[in-house]
């Protein structure tokens, strides 16, 4: 990962802050992407505000890193909201959270593409989740966007390949973060989900730090189109 130019959407907390501070750490240029401002995140790598539901703003920092003499090794999309039926008006909240975790990240990997080709070639990692191939209650929008999320990325790989640039899901299970902060504070929910995975635990953010390097450095130079599960198990429990 030394020297590796890696950009990471949604780095303002959670899985993407994790990630950047981990690619910093190996080594990595690391630009890193959220909504919140630069003063309440704080970091040793460069932080940006930008929505990547905003093209032009997404288009200005991959100008920046190429003014700034940088080619593109790496990108992460980890930008993603969830927003659990019912609240508010259904309809309008399937659109957003398609709108981000699915076509947001579409727009990035197009944009990205002549900056990594111009570097020889990279790595695109995209966070998905267990529930891109599991169905949960209560949130359609989010399981739709990730289903869809899964399969955008071995298109993806399909048509990228030719260019040098590996294609690749990263999917977690249940991590403690602040977007499952209300499951994990629910002692039900809690030991429901404790159950469920083989380790017997919930994950944290650092479990996945060791998968997301392997994916963007050239450990894995023969893996495109595949699905990386990082969920203690969940995903091969039966009864």
Not at 82 to 89: A, F, S
Not at 93 to 102: A, G, P, V, Y
Not at 112 to 134: F, H
Request: with cysteine; net charge neutral.
């Amino acid at each position: 990962m030394e020297g590796k130019v890696c950009l990471v959407t949604g780095a303002s907390r959670g899985i993407g802050q994790g990630i950047a501070e981990a690619f910093y750490r190996t080594g990595a240029v690391v630009y890193g992407l959220g909504r919140t401002s630069i003063d309440a995140v704080g970091s040793d790598w460069n932080y940006i505000e930008c929505d990547v539901t905003d093209k032009n703003q997404f288009l200005k920092v991959l100008h920046r890193i190429h003014d700034e003499g940088h080619k593109l090794n790496v990108l992460v999309n980890a930008a993603g909201v969830t927003v659990p039926n019912p609240v508010g008006d259904a309809r309008t909240n399937f659109r957003s959270t398609i709108e981000t975790n699915l076509v947001s990240v579409y727009s990035c990997c197009v944009e990205v593409l002549p900056y990594m080709k111009a570097s020889g070639g990279g790595s695109i990692i995209n966070i998905t989740s267990i529930g891109s191939t599991l169905g949960f209650s209560g949130n359609p929008s989010y399981g739709a966007s990730k289903g869809g999320l899964r399969m955008l990325t071995k298109s993806l790989a399909n048509d990228f390949a030719t260019d040098k640039i590996r294609v690749n899901n990263l999917a977690p299970g249940y991590i403690r973060t602040d977007m499952t902060r209300l499951s994990f504070e629910d002692n039900t929910m809690n030991e429901a989900r404790q159950q469920r995975t083989l380790l017997g635990r919930w994950g944290e953010i650092s479990d996945l730090c060791g998968s997301a390097i392997f994916l963007a450095s050239d450990a894995s130079s023969y893996v495109t189109g595949t699905d990386l599960f990082v969920d203690g198990g969940w995903t091969a429990k039966g009864l």
